[in-house]
């Protein structure tokens, strides 16, 4: 007989990795989760949204970028020394 006998599997409720999946499906479905917990987390989402949406329109929008190059010139321009 074999002195490494097999292990015997693990219990699901003792494992980290499923704990994690677990947490990860109550956080998408919402079950299992308080009120405040879900709270937390719409609160979340909605400002990695929001921070998502800001960050493409500061380098996407073609007003901005217009402004941002209106801003830099008049910047440029103050920045000269005045010649007599």
Same mark, same amino acid.
């Given at each position: 007989?074999?002195?490494?006998?097999?292990?015997?599997?693990?219990?699901?409720?003792?494992? +980290? %990795?499923?704990?994690?999946?677990?947490? @990860? %499906?109550?956080?998408?479905?919402? #079950?299992?989760?308080?009120?405040? $917990?879900?709270? !937390?987390? +719409?609160? $979340?989402?909605? !400002? +990695?949204?929001?921070? @998502?949406?800001?960050? $493409?329109?500061?380098?996407?929008?073609?007003? !901005?970028?217009?402004?941002?190059?209106? #801003? +830099? $010139?008049?910047?440029? !321009?103050?920045?000269?020394?005045?010649?007599?």
């Amino acid at each position: 007989m074999d002195s490494a006998s097999p292990q015997p599997p693990v219990d699901p409720s003792e494992s +980290r %990795a499923f704990q994690r999946w677990l947490q @990860k %499906a109550g956080k998408i479905t919402g #079950i299992g989760l308080t009120a405040q $917990e879900r709270d !937390h987390d +719409r609160e $979340e989402v909605q !400002h +990695r949204r929001c921070e @998502k949406w800001k960050t $493409e329109l500061l380098n996407y929008s073609s007003s !901005h970028y217009h402004l941002r190059f209106l #801003i +830099r $010139e008049a910047l440029n !321009h103050a920045a000269r020394p005045l010649r007599s």
